[in-house]
């Protein structure tokens, strides 16, 4: 096999460099063992496991204690983990992975390839509904040796590199899970993984608590003792947390965006929103299209017309990220900026209202629908309101349901609700994060599938003829016209290109070092004195 050219750069690294620690030590801050970081998981999240569960709490905690295959820098270039070196074959078909030595799941029990074989192959073929349609190109794969995993892909598939993140295909223990149902396994209530840090103790509605694995295959890591996650409901008392050092970090949705001004001005925290650049997080309404008149598309670009994207990211997310431009994420590949979703026009938006025959009542409603909240934050609250707010003005009555995490996943899941607030990864690439979203193959009673049911034969067509394509100019042509032809249908109110602060004390180090930023293992965080 002949080494590529990104063969040979990650072939170079096949003693994993921690250039994080490096850095710190030419700053003259030396890593020093001990300490336990106490943190906040909001909300708390209905089991631990990635992969049965692929919420953002679940993401962050399971973090810790799963790993990856590799891991991306902000750029979204590969780095190594569990994977020491790889390369890929001249025709774009083999991809083989080594695998670092010495590694052990949480029992002590040694990581090979043939996990690795099964965690790809199996395990997240079955319970990951987005990995599924990448990993579904996958011809073979084998273990060509205990530490050697080989995958042939059925055609070439230009990103399928950026699919080993933690996040996204975790490596699980296959003697835990093979031959099991894995989403009632007993490892997914008790996880066990190869991370730096264990699964020791949940108090629901209280804490999750982790603890340092002795047997880690990083010599001399994590430096932390553990990681205390505690769960806090409301949202005032997780900013006094943060303020007081009661916690040390908040991270994802913990601070609301209207409480970041004022913790920038704090001289002992430091207030990042880097780290997302490998998900790409985009937001918006979830249209129901079974539900009348939401299968209208005028009424659709009517909603999308009524809604100041501008004003819900200047005074919701206080400009902690921007309004969405329509389907793609600016950070994704191929994103064309000039496709663009209805701008806010009150007028033009009852003048469709009105071509889609839903005159005013005498109260003024034309129509009433109902929107169940994304239970995530008292933010989501207010969007909620504005929503209301800004199609009471085109005459459309939103009621507003209040559920909780779990209530939200499964009734979204099973498509029942008008409208919900959702927001989405996109992974850097359309085919890995977008396609999901708006392919009919994909219209499934599964969170975080096409649940709004929107079907378009030639979007399903371009996405394909988008993710199969081997070069970048081929890629780009199919995925310039979807996204022109989404933009048309609007089957979702596209709202923010979201990002989220990352707040911790500043004796907390190395808290933000890739492109996941706090999903990542956490095994080069320490404390200083």
């Known amino acids: 096999m002949t080494i590529s050219r990104r063969g040979l750069m990650a072939a170079a690294a096949v003693t994993p460099v921690l250039m994080r620690v490096q850095d710190a030590v030419a700053q003259g801050i030396t890593p020093r063992r001990g300490g336990t970081l106490t943190t906040i998981v ?3 999240p209905p089991i631990l496991h990635i992969g049965i569960n692929n919420q953002a709490p679940t993401l962050i905690v399971g973090g810790k204690i799963f790993q990856g295959l590799l891991r991306y820098d902000d750029k979204l270039n590969p780095m190594p983990e569990l994977a020491k070196s790889w390369t890929v074959s001249p025709d774009g078909l083999t991809y083989t992975f080594e695998l670092q030595e010495g590694v052990t799941f949480h029992d002590g029990k040694p990581m090979t390839a043939d996990d690795v074989i099964f965690s790809i192959m199996k395990f997240h073929m079955e319970v990951s509904p987005r990995a599924r ?7 073979e794969g084998v273990a060509a040796g205990p530490t050697t995993a080989k995958f042939t892909l059925k055609k070439p598939f230009e990103p399928f590199l950026l699919m080993f993140d933690v996040t996204v295909s975790a490596i699980v223990p296959k003697h835990l899970f093979d031959g099991q149902d894995y989403r009632q396994a007993p490892a997914v209530q008790k996880p066990i993984g190869t991370g730096p840090f264990k699964f020791v103790q949940w108090e629901r509605g209280n804490f999750i608590k982790l603890e340092r694995y002795d047997g880690y295959w990083k010599q001399g890591q994590p430096y932390l003792d553990g990681i205390i996650y505690r769960v806090i409901p409301d949202s005032q008392s997780r900013r006094l947390a943060i303020e007081s050092g009661q916690v040390i970090l908040t991270q994802s949705n913990d601070i609301e965006p209207f409480d970041v001004p004022q913790l920038k001005t704090r ?4 207030v990042q929103t880097k780290g997302w650049e490998y998900f790409g997080p985009l937001s918006w309404v979830e249209f129901n299209h079974r539900v009348k008149p939401l299968d209208d598309v005028r009424v659709r670009r009517a909603l999308t017309m009524a809604v100041d994207k501008n004003f819900i990211a ?3 997310w206080f400009g902690i990220g921007k309004a969405a431009t329509g389907p793609f994420h600016s950070a994704t590949r191929f994103y064309d900026a000039n496709a663009k979703a209805p701008s806010f026009n009150v007028n033009e938006a009852k003048k469709l209202l009105d071509e889609a025959g839903l005159k005013p009542n005498a109260q003024g409603v034309r129509f009433t629908i109902k929107h169940m909240s994304l239970p995530y934050g008292e933010v989501f609250t207010r969007l909620g309101e504005y929503l209301r707010q800004a199609f009471r003005q085109v005459g459309v009555e939103l009621v507003l349901e209040s559920v909780d995490v779990g209530t939200w996943a499964q009734r979204t899941a099973n498509w029942d609700f008008d409208t919900t607030i959702n927001y989405l990864y996109q992974y850097g690439d359309p085919t890995l994060g977008v396609a999901r979203s708006y ?3 994909n219209i499934k009673k599964i969170l975080f599938s ?6 378009n034969p030639k979007v399903d067509q ?3 003829e988008g993710g199969a394509a081997a070069k970048a100019e081929d890629r780009k042509k199919a995925f310039d016209e979807v996204q022109k032809i989404l933009v ?6 596209w709202l923010l290109e979201m990002s989220f602060p990352t707040i911790h004390d500043k004796k907390l180090r190395n808290v933000i070092t890739s492109g996941s930023g706090v999903h990542a293992s956490f095994d080069d965080v320490f404390l200083t004195a």
Do not use: C, H, K
């Not at 349609?133 to 011809?139: D, L, M, P, S």
């Not at 001289?267 to 430091?270: E, K, Q, S, T, V």
């Open 133 to 139: 349609g990448v990993f579904e190109n996958i011809a």
């Open 42 to 44: 909001n909300p708390e």
């Open 314 to 316: 200047q005074r919701l």
């Open 488 to 493: 048309d249908e609007v089957p979702l109110l």
């Open 439 to 441: 392919i009919s193959t």
């Open 450 to 455: 096409n649940v709004s049911g929107y079907s």
């Open 462 to 464: 371009l996405f394909a």
């Open 267 to 270: 001289p002992n925290l430091d």
